[in-house]
C-alpha cells in the first residue's frame, strides 16, 4: 500500500503550511548546522545502551526485516534497547541510518505483533519526515519552540495529527487491529487484556465528562492525542475503503470525522463566560483600533497574541471585518459579561483591552474615552476602571521602543538606498 495514500490529510496540510507559510526550513537547517558540532545522540545510545544486532537479538532482527520488506525500506535500520521499566519507544535518522529505541519494559511485555505495531508507528513518523519538524522544539525550557505564537500554535496542532498518520503506519505493519488497539494501551495505560476489557464508547465516555472542562482545552499543548482520540481514529480508519476496499466510510467521511476528534483537545473556552469575554476583546479591541485615523500595526498584533495565548489557536477567527458587527457583537457580550461575570473576569476583560491600547506606546484622549464607555458597559464605575488603566500600565509598562524603531527604520531606509546605486 502506498503510505502517502493513507496519510492523515491533516497531517498532510499542516506540515504543508508550516513550511510553505511559517518558512520553518530555514530554522530546521540551522538547528541540523548546530548539532553538527555536538556529540550525537546515537553516540550516546552506543556508549549507554545495547543495539540489538542479528546475532544479540535474532527475534528483533527478524521483526526489522519484515517490515523493511513491507515498506521498502532501503535505509539501514538498528535497534537500541534502553534500560527502562517505562513503556516508550522512539525514533531517528542520523547520517542515513534510521535508529529505532525501545525501552526494555516494552520488548519484554510486548508480543512480536504488538511490537510490530510500535516498530510500525516509529518508522511512520520517519517515512513522513515528522522527525525533522521536532527539530523546531527549544532546548530552553523557558520556551517551547523556536517558533512565533501562531507558528506555535499550529505546530502544537500538526503533533497531535502526525500521530494520527503514523498509528496508521503501524496497523499497516501488524495487520491486525486487535493487536494495534492492545499495543497503544499498554503503552498508555500499562495495562494488559488481563486487567481491561477494551471497550471503545466505554472509553469515549472519559471525553464526554472532559467536555466542558477547560482542562481540555489545556491539553492543546500536548504532543499527543488523548489515547479515546486515538483509538476512536483508528478504528474509523480500519473501517475505511482507504485501508480495505470492503471498507464502510469514505476518504472524505474519514477526513471529516477524525477532525472532529482531533478539535476536541483544541485550545478554545468551554465555558460560556470566558468565550464570551474572548469575543468582547476581540470586539472592542477592533472598534479601538479601527477609530484611529491611521490603523495601528503594533495594536493589531499585540490583539492577536492576547487572542493566541489565553483564548484559542485560531485568534484570525475571531477578527471581525464588518462594522455593524463589531457593534452587534461588542453589545451583546458586554450585556452578557455585566450580567453574568466575575470581578476578576471583568477586570481581565478589560485588562487585555488596555494592554492592546497601549501597544503602540501611547493612550491618546480618544482612546481613553473609548476604554472608559467599553468598561461602563460591562459594569465598571470610571473609577474602578481607571484603577484598572493604572494597574495595567504599572504591571505592563510600555512595550514600544520608539527610538529603537526609528534607528532601525533609518538602517533600514539607508541600505534600500545604497542597493539602488548599485
Keep these: 500500500m502506498d503510505l502517502n495514500k493513507i496519510r492523515y490529510k491533516g497531517d498532510l496540510l499542516d506540515t504543508k503550511e508550516l513550511y510553505n507559510v511559517y518558512k520553518v526550513k530555514q530554522i530546521i537547517d540551522s538547528h541540523e548546522e ?67 529505541v525501545f525501552t526494555a519494559a516494552l520488548l519484554e511485555n510486548f508480543s512480536d505483533a504488538e511490537i510490530l505495531f510500535v516498530l510500525g508507528h516509529e518508522l511512520g513518523h520517519i517515512l513522513y519526515d515528522h522527525n525533522r519538524l521536532l527539530l523546531l522544539y527549544s532546548p530552553n525550557k523557558k520556551r517551547t519552540t523556536f517558533l512565533s505564537i501562531l507558528a506555535e500554535k499550529k505546530f502544537l496542532s500538526w503533533q497531535k495529527k502526525a ?28 495495562l494488559t487484556e488481563k486487567n481491561l476489557n477494551f471497550n471503545l464508547p466505554e472509553l469515549m465516555k472519559q471525553l464526554d465528562d472532559l467536555a466542558q472542562s477547560e482542562y481540555l482545552s489545556q ?20 473501517h475505511s475503503t482507504l485501508y480495505s476496499p470492503k471498507g464502510k466510510i469514505n476518504t472524505k467521511e474519514l477526513s471529516q470525522q477524525i477532525g472532529k476528534l482531533i478539535s476536541l483537545t483544541n485550545f478554545y473556552p468551554r465555558k460560556k463566560t470566558n468565550e464570551q469575554m474572548m469575543k468582547f476583546i476581540a470586539a472592542a479591541a477592533v472598534a479601538i483600533i479601527s477609530a484611529d485615523k491611521e490603523i495601528n500595526i503594533e495594536k493589531i498584533k499585540s490583539l492577536v497574541k492576547i487572542l493566541a495565548n489565553v483564548f484559542t489557536d485560531n485568534p484570525e ?26 470581578d476578576d473576569e471583568k477586570f481581565y476583560a478589560l ?30 464605575s470610571k473609577d474602578d476602571a481607571m484603577d484598572v488603566l493604572w494597574k495595567t500600565l504599572q504591571q505592563n509598562g510600555i512595550s514600544i521602543d520608539v527610538r529603537l524603531n526609528e534607528i532601525a527604520q533609518n538602517v533600514k531606509i539607508h541600505y534600500s538606498e545604497n542597493k539602488k546605486k548599485i
Aim: charged content about 25%; aromatic content about 10%; glycine content about 4%.
Design 351 to 380: 485588562h487585555f483591552l488596555t494592554v492592546i491600547t497601549l501597544a503602540d506606546g501611547k493612550l491618546t484622549t480618544k482612546e481613553k474615552k473609548m476604554l472608559l464607555t467599553t468598561a461602563a458597559s460591562i459594569g465598571f
Design 219 to 238: 491539553l492543546s499543548t500536548a504532543t499527543h492525542p488523548l489515547l479515546p482520540v486515538r483509538l476512536k481514529a483508528l478504528e474509523l480508519f480500519y
Design 163 to 190: 500521530e494520527i498518520s503514523s498509528d496508521r503506519v503501524g496497523l499497516l505493519a501488524c495487520k491486525n487491529y486487535q493487536t494495534a488497539i492492545q499495543s497503544l494501551l499498554k503503552g498508555s495505560y500499562g
Design 317 to 342: 477567527k475571531e477578527i471581525i471585518y464588518d462594522k455593524k458587527k463589531v457593534e452587534s457583537q461588542l453589545k451583546g457580550t458586554a450585556k452578557y459579561l455585566y450580567k453574568n461575570a466575575s
Design 34 to 100: 548546530i548539532l553538527k558540532e555536538h556529540i550525537s545522540f546515537r553516540d550516546e545510545l552506543l556508549a549507554n545502551s545495547v543495539r540489538l544486532t542479528s546475532v544479540i537479538s535474532p527475534r528483533i532482527y527478524k521483526i526489522i526485516e519484515k517490515v523493511k520488506a513491507l515498506f521498502a525500506i532501503k535505509e539501514n535500520i538498528e535497534f537500541f534497547s534502553l534500560n527502562d521499566n517505562s513503556y516508550n519507544a522512539f525514533a531517528f535518522k542520523q547520517r542515513k541510518i534510521i535508529s529505532i
